[in-house]
Every structure is written in structure tokens, then in C-alpha cells.
């Protein structure tokens, strides 16, 4: 063929094409040439791909399988109405598979623990991890409790690392220190900033996996309690680093699960006895408003708070995400807010490996993050 006569692709349409693939596939691309590397790397690339959440989002489910030392990551749409074979990722941490994930994954990315020393940021997608630099306060102390959230700042283009270390061996004043990491800025060092507001304290002892606190839309959100115990919601803003005290509600209990519900802040306020859950939606961040849904369970698992504030994933495409009663990995349920129906989705999970506990995130999103 002449040269004249071949065909050229507008690079639009190259990029267009490429943010519909999956990322198994980009990253054997980008060895192609420096050009896609480049372009697969880029920030207008990534946000392209995150902007398309609605179709891309997923949910992302992993085990601790101790035999081979190995994370086992599954991720798989949301979108469906029969079985899925869920995409495998399996990550392997030089700290061994007793690992703490802090918070929801933010653009693809976690935050995750082993240990009080060892602080990790990791792509399941990829499987690339970043190691977070030491602080010199947690090193030399062993006694220390910590609330730890990653969020992204969208202004500034920043994932940030919000840590809050408390000395509880120094009641009835206890110690606290805040400290924020801007990953890949600030020579990858931790800065001390100014506190909450007083005479509160973050709530650190329930850290079940992934409940540390949330990231919406640039703003941190978490758990905090006064004396007497009163639990209370603090935001950060990943912007001005500044803390503040959302309006009080009644309902908040120190268990409850802080969830993004449809981009503002919400939790389950109360579980009924005739199988219906009462959500506390953030509107505006200064009144509370609530919704009423029915529930698919029994009543008697859906009179528990506990197990059902746990359950609760966050809401997709219309649809509130829970989890499976225990013993049941392989399926969530989804329930409809408009038309409140009701769907079990099924994941074909290899049944060869016995995995002793699985743990869930809503609105995962594959993403080509470079760390």
C-alpha cells in the first residue's frame, strides 16, 4: 500500500477506543510504544475512563488465602442479571496476607496496613503497590491506636493519606496528633496539621475492614465520639486540610457504616421490625434527610442492626448493594430505589480453594493509576 493511501486514525479515536478496553489489556498496550504508554498513564485518559463509572463500576471482593501467601482479588460488574465470572487479580505483600484495607477503594486505589509500620497504596488492577514512607512518631511507639482513609483530592489532581494517631495511655486527656501524606508530593513526607475540633475523638476500635472512613467528592468523612459517649460525623477537606463537625444526628450509633449514597454521605439509621431499613442521608452538609426501604431478608436477620448496617455496600445505578448473609461468598443482593425490585447476582467463584472470609467494596473501578 502507498503511503498516501493508508488509513490514519484521529487520536481521539485511538484514546476513545482504548478507554473501553479492559485493563489486563492496556497494560500489555502500553508496552507497545512510549506513545500509548503515555497516553494509558495520562490524566485525561484515567478520567475518561473513571467518568464512564456508571458502566464501569464494579464490585470488588478479595480473600486472604494463607496457604500460598497471596491476596486473591475478584472484581466484577455490577450490571447483571445471571452468573459472572468475575475478573482474578492475585497480589502477593512482602508483609504476608494479614492485611488491614483502612478504607473504600478511591479511584481504583487502597490504602491498606499490616502492621503498625508497613503502609501501603495498591492497584488491584494492575497489581503495582507503593510503599508509603514511615512516621517517625508511629515507629518509635507501639502502644498507638490509628484512624487511617485515603481520599483524592479532584481540584488538585492529589490522593492524600489522613492519619490520626491516638496515645490512649494518656487519659483522661488523650493525645492525639494529625498528620496528612500527599502521595508523590511534598517529598513523599508526612506534614502535621491542625486538629478537630476538641473534646472529640476519632472512633478507631471498630476498624472492620474498609470502615475507617469515606472519600466523597474531595471531602473525608468519618466517626468520632464525645463525652459521654455521643458519636458524632467529621469531614476533612482534602483542599484546605481543614476539619469540621457535621450537623449531630440522633441515629448515628458508634457501629453504624458510613456509605456514599449516590454522592452524599449516608448510614442506616434504624432496622424495623416489619423487614424495612431507614436510611440518614447529608444534604448539603447541613440537614439530614431519610429514606424507607424493604428489605428481601428474613426478619429476623433484618431486626439486627449490626449485621445489617455491615451489610450495606453503597449504592449503585439505582441500586442499593448488600451482602450476602455469612456463608453465602458467592452472590449480593440488589435493591432497587425507584421501581424497588429485588435481584441476586451470582459470581463463579473457583470452589477448589477453600478462602475462609471474603470482604466487599461497591463502585470499584479497574483503573490504569500509575504508582
Known amino acids: 500500500m502507498e503511503e498516501d493511501e ?143 482513609v485515603l481520599g483524592y483530592d479532584p481540584i488538585f489532581d492529589q490522593f492524600k493519606v489522613l492519619c490520626i494517631w491516638e496515645y490512649p495511655n494518656t487519659r483522661p486527656s488523650t493525645y492525639l496528633q494529625f498528620w496528612v501524606l500527599t502521595v508523590g508530593q511534598d517529598g513523599n513526607m508526612w506534614r502535621k496539621i491542625q486538629g478537630m475540633p476538641p473534646q472529640l475523638y476519632p472512633v478507631t476500635s471498630a476498624h472492620t475492614c474498609g470502615q475507617g472512613g469515606i472519600c466523597i467528592n474531595g471531602v473525608l468523612y468519618f466517626k468520632a465520639y464525645s463525652r459521654p459517649i455521643t458519636t458524632h460525623v467529621v469531614s476533612f477537606d482534602l483542599k484546605t486540610e481543614v476539619f469540621s463537625l457535621v450537623k449531630p444526628n440522633d441515629h448515628l450509633r458508634w457501629e453504624s457504616k458510613l456509605i456514599d449514597f449516590q454522592g452524599k454521605l449516608a448510614f442506616i439509621s434504624r432496622v424495623k421490625m416489619d423487614c424495612t431499613v431507614e436510611f440518614c442521608i447529608l444534604e448539603n452538609k447541613e440537614e439530614w434527610s431519610s429514606k424507607v426501604f424493604h428489605l428481601p431478608w428474613t426478619q429476623s436477620y433484618s431486626k439486627d442492626y449490626m449485621n445489617t448496617s455491615a451489610s450495606v455496600l453503597g449504592i449503585h445505578d439505582g441500586d442499593i448493594v448488600f451482602t450476602p448473609q455469612l456463608g453465602e461468598l458467592g452472590s449480593t443482593w440488589h435493591l432497587g430505589l425507584e421501581k424497588r425490585t429485588v435481584r441476586k447476582v451470582l459470581y463463579e467463584i473457583p470452589i477448589t480453594k477453600p478462602y475462609p472470609l471474603a470482604f466487599f467494596f461497591a463502585n470499584h473501578v479497574d483503573t490504569t493509576v500509575s504508582l
Open 6 to 148: 493508508r488509513m490514519w486514525i484521529h487520536m481521539d479515536l485511538v484514546v476513545e477506543i482504548l478507554s473501553r478496553m479492559p485493563v489486563k489489556s492496556l497494560m500489555k498496550f502500553k508496552c507497545l510504544s512510549k506513545e500509548f504508554s503515555r497516553i494509558i498513564h495520562s490524566r485525561n485518559f484515567v478520567d475518561s475512563c473513571l467518568s464512564c463509572s456508571s458502566s464501569r463500576s464494579r464490585l470488588l471482593f478479595f480473600f486472604r488465602c494463607f496457604k500460598t501467601n497471596t491476596l486473591v482479588f475478584f472484581s466484577a460488574p455490577h450490571r447483571s442479571t445471571c452468573a459472572i465470572a468475575p475478573t482474578r487479580h492475585d497480589m502477593i505483600f512482602r508483609g504476608g496476607v494479614d492485611v488491614s484495607f483502612t478504607s473504600p477503594p478511591v479511584r481504583g486505589l487502597m490504602l491498606c496496613a499490616i502492621g503498625h509500620n508497613q503502609l501501603f497504596i495498591c492497584n488491584p488492577a494492575t497489581r503495582q503497590t507503593l510503599s508509603l514512607p514511615q512516621n517517625i512518631m508511629l515507629v518509635e511507639r507501639d502502644n498507638l491506636t490509628e484512624l487511617l
